[in-house]
């Protein structure tokens, strides 16, 4: 159904999964971290009318790695040069989270190559983002995450121990389970 393939940006080598042609292209741009198998449990039925394009984004999935290089404009810049040289018919990008960004970006610099834009769980308040991203809140939440899965908990402990970690909310204080 899906074909990895990979595509060079003249910086780094872009790892993506194509089907066959059913119709119009749709590219899907996961968030981070993440990968393009992140969209495997939708993908079956949209291959029925669609041209999927599922790409991982550079140092994810099986996509390379470039030192330094993983700002937001990065990325833009692989999905600006990955529609520039596989896209010819306008295409519907999906962007989940991060990846949102990363389309709305593409419509903006490319917008002859963008004919939709599906935008899923994305912050586009990127002040607000920052903000939380550099903060304790943040710091704490991650570190936790990465103890849990460190310790390799049987699933019902791991599932016990995710609900239970809190969690930052607006106007919350403290935060919420």
Request: hydrophobic share 45%; net charge negative.
């Amino acid at each position: 159904m899906l074909t990895e393939k990979n595509f060079n940006t003249g910086i780094v080598t872009i790892s993506y999964a194509e089907s066959p042609p059913s119709g119009s292209p749709l590219v899907m741009v996961h968030g981070l971290p993440g990968c393009w198998q992140e969209f495997l449990p939708i993908i079956p039925p949209l291959t029925m009318e669609w041209h999927i394009y599922d790409l991982d984004f550079r140092g994810q999935g099986k996509s390379g790695h470039v030192p330094g290089a993983y700002l937001p404009a990065d990325y833009s810049a692989d999905l600006n040069a990955f529609l520039d040289e596989h896209i010819t018919a306008p295409a519907v990008i999906f962007g989940l989270s991060a990846g949102g960004l990363v389309a709305l970006n593409a419509a903006a610099h490319r917008p002859e190559k963008v004919r939709a834009l599906i935008i899923g769980d994305s912050p586009i308040d990127m002040e607000a983002l920052l903000a939380w991203m550099n903060s304790t809140e943040f710091c704490r939440y991650f570190t936790a995450l990465r103890e849990i899965a460190a310790s390799q908990p049987p699933l019902s402990e791991m599932t016990q121990a995710l609900a239970d970690l809190p969690l930052p909310a607006p106007g919350q204080d403290p935060p919420v389970r």
